[in-house]
């Protein structure tokens, strides 16, 4: 199946910085891409659509001006975290859907984020 | 928007016996319904899926089945084994390319 990659798969920051997630489509050429959050023994919670070459669509109660979200190729989404703080500590995982038409959806390994 | 309910959240057997995990969804608009395995740490795995123009697909040991007009679908895992622990998400999608919307997960525990 279709390969979607995730980096960094750890990062830790300290509170009020800012930290850049990357997801890369590495077989296929995805329009679309999604971003999930993931707290401990939770589901995952959709924050965003990311569309190429468009604005990203939010969720409701998400905030777009703190994460940050660039589709600006049809192999790379990245989510920006800003001015990170504890309560954003999470397990942030991208997908994306493959190119068949199947709705497959196809996930990164995820970015575990601690803030400190 | 989608909702989609998922049941139980815990779920223990013994090796060798059959785990089924129940959801339902509330946008009857949805056509796509996959299951993903997640074991701890690591991505959700795509173990299968099922179409609204289907009732029933089975891979190996494990089956799924949807009932449109009630709005549910269930995972049936049989010849349960310790490898199956893990947590399984049921998710519901209304098209093609949109996002899925997961049920709150199960936790399988498979004991030898």
Redo the contacts between chains.
Sequence with gaps: ?AVVSQHPSWVICKSGTSVKIECRSLDFQA??M?WYRQFPK?????MA?SNEGSKATYEQGVEKDKFLINHASLTLSTLTVTSAHPEDSS?Y?C?A?DPT??????????T?LSVL | GENVEQHPSTLSVQEGDSAVIKCTYSDSASN?F?WYKQEL??????II?IRSNVGEKKDQRIAVTLNKTAKHFSLHITETQPEDSAVY?CAA?S???????????TTLSVSS
């Design positions: 199946g329009t679309t999604f939770q589901s995952l919670m959709l659509t397990f995982i997908s859907t038409g199947k709705n497959i959806q196809y996930f990164g390994a995820g575990r | 796509y996959p740490g690591k991505r959700p795995q795509l899926d998400f999608s098209q093609a390319g949109t996002a899925l919307i997961f049920g709150k997960g």
